[in-house]
T-cell receptor, first 112, second 110 residues
Framework: GAGVSQSPRYKVAKRGQDVALRCDPISGHVSLFWYQQALGQGPEFLTYFQNEAQLDKSGLPSDRFFAERPEGSVSTLKIQRTQQEDSAVYLC??????????FGPGTRLTVL | GENVEQHPSTLSVQEGDSAVIKCTYSDSASNYFPWYKQELGKRPQLIIDIRSNVGEKKDQRIAVTLNKTAKHFSLHITETQPEDSAVYFCAASTPEDMRFGAGTRLTVKP
């Protein structure tokens, strides 16, 4: 079956631009997670959804970061006024029962 | 919140030798401990996991041990092969969230 998909796979933005990253979780998975992975580091938790409810957004680094999952399926991570330190791979993961998380391929964001 | 420490950050072994990666966690509420393997440019893939009611779990050449009292868990890979070369991440999960270690870059030399 289809796994978690993310788009775009690569995004280059000029500093100050807004970007939107999309995640399509595995069908039926109620839990969805966003992580930020800097080069050579482990995934850092950003935010967590259960269906359409955003239950934890404690990892979002600033108010420039915003995530939504309006219908409890597809999720979008938006970064406003991007800065160079936002450059990273953004990983999305989904799970059925908040246990095994299945990761998407990630979106590599480069801010120039 | 949960804090996960992982050691070593890099590990180089000869093909056929064993590799051990260790993690510690801080939140006693953590009850699920997965290990992920990430190859360069690819997504993390779950290789094994253990729940808090079990002390050890084995799957072919891979085993994980958990010591809840000491709050540490370890990944053991036996008879390493070059294709085991990757970055390995441990994680600790409470009912509310999951936190990852910083990763161990394993290199298996033929």
């Amino acid at each position: 079956g289809a796994g978690v998909s993310q788009s775009p796979r690569y995004k280059v933005a000029k500093r100050g631009q807004d970007v939107a990253l999309r995640c399509d979780p595995i069908s039926g998975h109620v839990s969805l997670f966003w992580y930020q992975q800097a080069l050579g580091q482990g995934p850092e938790f950003l935010t967590y959804f259960q269906n359409e409810a955003q239950l934890d957004k404690s990892g979002l680094p600033s108010d420039r970061f915003f995530a939504e999952r309006p219908e409890g399926s597809v999720s979008t991570l938006k970064i406003q006024r991007t800065q160079q330190e936002d450059s990273a791979v953004y990983l999305c993961a989904s799970s059925f029962a908040r246990r095994e998380q299945f990761f998407g391929p990630g979106t590599r964001l480069t801010v120039l | 919140g949960e804090n996960v420490e992982q050691h070593p950050s890099t590990l180089s072994v000869q093909e056929g030798d064993s590799a051990v990666i260790k993690c510690t966690y801080s939140d006693s509420a953590s009850n699920y401990f997965p290990w992920y393997k990430q190859e360069l440019g690819k997504r993390p893939q779950l290789i094994i996991d253990i729940r808090s009611n079990v002390g050890e779990k084995k799957d072919q050449r891979i085993a994980v041990t958990l010591n809840k009292t000491a709050k540490h868990f370890s990944l053991h890979i036996t008879e390493t092969q070059p294709e085991d070369s990757a970055v390995y991440f441990c994680a600790a999960s409470t009912p509310e969230d999951m936190r990852f270690g910083a990763g161990t870059r394993l290199t298996v030399k033929p």
